[in-house]
């Protein structure tokens, strides 16, 4: 069954350095999103990208933070500048489409911790 | 500001058991509301989407209602098995929520199925 990836597992990095979040959503789908979950709390919206562009962001989603889909299958997270509230597990997800398309596919998940 | 909340916040049955969980929802204007599980240090797996024409979804042993007048969802479990162990999420897309592409979660309900 296809399934979302991402890597790495686990990042750790010191406050202020830049990190790349990566995912391989699935082939056919044309949404994607970033979500977080910081230990013990709910999962939280980030970002969605559509057609080669950001169409919703929350207000997490700060200048901090971009996305990219460099070529045909990857879909990267940077955040430029990591602070210790950083420190979450991301999700990548991605969707087919609309309506009944609309089911969210989730990766593994990347365990960022911010030092 | 949509509010989705999930009760009970744990849940611990033996197994063979049927039950059930809540979802409850401020924004009238829903979308569709997805169940996912998700297990510890994992991802989310979907488990069923119910748009907002439908009343409820049914996979395996799992059955989801939605009843848009009330804002509530429930997921009926049948016959638990240790396995069904996991947290389980509701996650709404709505009207108001922000935008048609932000998705917000529940607090989760976290189960588990005594052998």
């Known amino acids: 069954e296809p399934e979302v990836t991402q890597t790495p597992s686990h990042q750790v990095t010191q406050m202020g350095q830049e990190v790349i979040l990566r995912c391989v959503p699935i082939?056919?789908?044309?949404?994607f999103y970033w979500y977080r979950q910081i230990l013990g709390q709910k999962v939280e919206f980030l970002v969605s990208f559509y057609n080669n562009e950001i169409s919703e962001k929350s207000e997490i989603f700060d200048d901090q933070f971009s996305v990219e889909r460099p070529d045909g299958s990857n879909f990267t997270l940077k955040i430029r500048s990591t602070k210790l509230e950083d420190s979450a597990m991301y999700f990548c997800?991605?969707?087919?489409?609309?309506?009944?398309?609309?089911?969210?596919?989730f990766g593994s998940g990347t365990q960022l911790s911010v030092l | 500001k949509q509010e989705v909340t999930q009760i009970p916040a744990a849940l611990s049955v033996p197994e063979g058991e049927n039950l059930v969980l809540n979802c409850s929802f401020t924004?009238?204007?829903?979308?569709?509301l997805q169940w996912f599980r998700q297990d510890p240090g994992k991802g989310l797996t979907s488990l069923l989407l119910?748009?907002?024409?439908?009343r409820e979804q049914t996979s395996g042993r799992l059955n989801a209602s939605l009843d848009k007048s009330s804002g509530r969802s429930t997921l009926y479990i049948a016959a638990s098995q240790p396995g069904d162990s996991a947290t389980y999420l509701c996650?709404?897309?709505?009207?108001?929520?922000?935008?048609?592409?932000?998705?917000?979660f529940g607090t989760g309900t976290k189960l588990q199925v005594i052998p």
């Open positions: 924004d009238s204007a829903i979308y569709n």
């Open positions: 082939s056919n789908h044309l949404y």
């Open positions: 996650a709404f897309r709505g009207a108001n929520s922000g935008g048609y592409q932000k998705v917000t």
């Open positions: 119910i748009q907002s024409s439908q």
């Open positions: 997800a991605s969707s087919a489409g609309q309506g009944e398309h609309e089911k969210l596919f």
